[in-house]
T-cell receptor, first 117, second 116 residues
Framework: AQTVTQSQPEMSVQEAETVTLSCTYD???????LFWYKQPPSRQMILVIR??????QNATENRFSVNFQKAAKSFSLKISDSQLGDAAMYFC??????????????FGTGTRLTIIP | GAVVSQHPSRVICKSGTSVKIECRSL??????MFWYRQFPKQSLMLMAT?????????EQGVEKDKFLINHASLTLSTLTVTSAHPEDSSFYIC????????????FGSGTRLTVV
């Protein structure tokens, strides 16, 4: 079974600075998808960024980028120019690329990010 | 964009009663719906997966007779907590998958259930 590990329960960063959240995973599959989700105090899960394992290029979405190291099974999220609205719980998630129709997301335990004004 | 509407957002019920939570995909067909439970300051725990028109697949340790899931149409899935007890108090979230691609997991806004 796949597992996702987030070793940083809490992180804090000064506003406008850069912060990196760590995520490692364990899988025997070669093709899969990785995600970072944000859960603000409203509890609404919001997709931040997504990476396909077959793509070597790291995904980027504006201030958010990932460092995907497939061999090391590492998938870290970098947030640049941190803003107060980035304060949230961040979850790393894994999904098999198999297309059987019911593939589920496996979530890490989350990292609570605090932005210091 | 894809929207999943989840209702109610909060519900308080008496111990022993049943509560139904609805998730509707508003602008797409949800081929698969996932139901999660989230305890305070913890991650999402998958409870069950349902495909339209078929029985839900429950995760190990989840009581299927207590948590009834119905996915009768491509736009509606319901979770009914039967004979609720205080230990069932939690935050429940649904997630709908669009089509069969690697993308497109859209989450509902969650339901906070309190059993008194």
């Amino acid at each position: 079974a796949q597992t996702v590990t987030q070793s940083q329960p809490e992180m804090s960063v000064q506003e406008a600075e850069t912060v990196t959240l760590s995520c490692t995973y364990d899988t025997s599959e070669s093709d899969y998808y990785l995600f970072w989700y944000k859960q603000p105090p409203s509890r609404q899960m919001i997709l931040v960024i997504r990476q396909e394992a077959y793509k070597q290029q790291n995904a980027t979405e504006n201030r958010f980028s990932v460092n995907f190291q497939k061999a090391a099974k590492s998938f870290s999220l970098k947030i640049s120019d941190s803003q107060l609205g980035d304060a949230a719980m961040y979850f790393c998630a894994y999904r098999s690329a198999r297309e059987l129709g019911n593939e589920k997301l496996t979530f890490g335990t989350g990292t609570r990010l605090t932005i210091i004004p | 964009g894809a929207v999943v509407s989840q209702h109610p957002s909060r519900v308080i019920c008496k111990s022993g009663t049943s509560v139904k939570i609805e998730c509707r995909s508003l602008d797409f067909q949800a081929t698969t719906m996932f139901w999660y439970r989230q305890f305070p300051k913890q991650s999402l725990m998958l409870m069950a997966t349902s495909n339209e028109g078929s029985k839900a697949t429950y995760e190990q340790g989840v009581e299927k007779d207590k948590f009834l899931i119905n996915h009768a149409s491509l736009t509606l899935s319901t979770l009914t907590v039967t004979s609720a007890h205080p230990e069932d108090s939690s935050f429940y979230i649904c997630s709908a998958r669009r089509g069969r691609s690697g993308y497109g997991y859209t989450f509902g806004s969650g339901t906070r259930l309190t059993v008194v």
